[in-house]
């Protein structure tokens, strides 16, 4: 059994929707304004995406044709 936050326990929402939409980090980062390192670090989970900016969020989600709450991750562990 995985951590939380270990990437074994619950799926890495922005990765699923990268892939999807078929796009790199690099790719990411242009449509997005946001830094490389930053969306490395929450595919990554070294930074939490729960706790991003609105603004970043907001340019991640404009730029992957999503809403923000797509890209926020469902932790278990905040579960009742």
Known sequence: IGLVG?????KRQILEITEKKKLS???LSIR???NLQTIKAYEQRTRNINHAQGDILNRLANALDCAIEDLLEDDPASRA
């Not at 270990?6 to 619950?10: K, L, P, R």
């Open 6 to 10: 270990s990437g074994d326990v619950y």
């Open 25 to 27: 980090q690099g790719q």
């Open 32 to 34: 997005s304004g946001v």
